[in-house]
C-alpha cells in the first residue's frame, strides 16, 4: 500500500488548492478513501472521506461546503480539492485508506488505516 499526497502550497486566504493522492498496491475503488491534517501541536482532524460500496461522502464540521472530495477510479487517485482557505487551515495533510467513521469521528491511529507522507498547505498572507 502506497498513497502520496501533493499539491500542497502556500495560498493566500481566499484562495483554492487541490490536492492530489496517488495510490499503488491497491485500487481505490475498493476501499474507502479520505483526507486528515495535523498542524502543530494539534491532534490528526479528518477533514473528509468517500466510502468504498457507495461512494458517499462525508465531511467534517470544519469543511463543509468548502471542501470536496472525489475519486478518479482510472487514475486511482483521490482528490481533494480546497476553497476559502482560511490561516486555520494551515497543517500537513494526508490521504489515508481508512474506515469513513473512524477518519471522520475519529481516532485516527495507525492501527486502524494506512497512509503515507502528507503534504504541506499553508495559508497566509
Known amino acids: 500500500v502506497q498513497l502520496q499526497a501533493s499539491g500542497g502550497g502556500l495560498v493566500q486566504p481566499g484562495g483554492s488548492l487541490r490536492l492530489s493522492c496517488a495510490a499503488s498496491?491497491?485500487?481505490?475503488?475498493?476501499?474507502?478513501m479520505g483526507w486528515f491534517r495535523q498542524a502543530p501541536g494539534k491532534e490528526r482532524e479528518g477533514l473528509s472521506c468517500?466510502?468504498?460500496?457507495?461512494?458517499?461522502?462525508f465531511y467534517a464540521d470544519s469543511v463543509k461546503g468548502r471542501f470536496t472530495i472525489s475519486r478518479d477510479n482510472a487514475k486511482n487517485t483521490v482528490y481533494l480539492q480546497m476553497n476559502s482557505l482560511a490561516p486555520e487551515d494551515t497543517a500537513v495533510y494526508y490521504c489515508?485508506?481508512?474506515?469513513?467513521?473512524?477518519?471522520?469521528?475519529?481516532?485516527?491511529?495507525?492501527?486502524?488505516?494506512?497512509w503515507g507522507q502528507g503534504t504541506q498547505v499553508t495559508v497566509s498572507s
Open positions: 489515508a485508506r481508512m474506515s469513513c467513521h473512524l477518519l471522520i469521528s475519529g481516532p485516527i491511529d495507525e492501527k486502524f488505516g494506512s
Open positions: 498496491g491497491f485500487s481505490v475503488d475498493y476501499y474507502s
Open positions: 468517500i466510502n468504498s460500496s457507495e461512494g458517499r461522502l
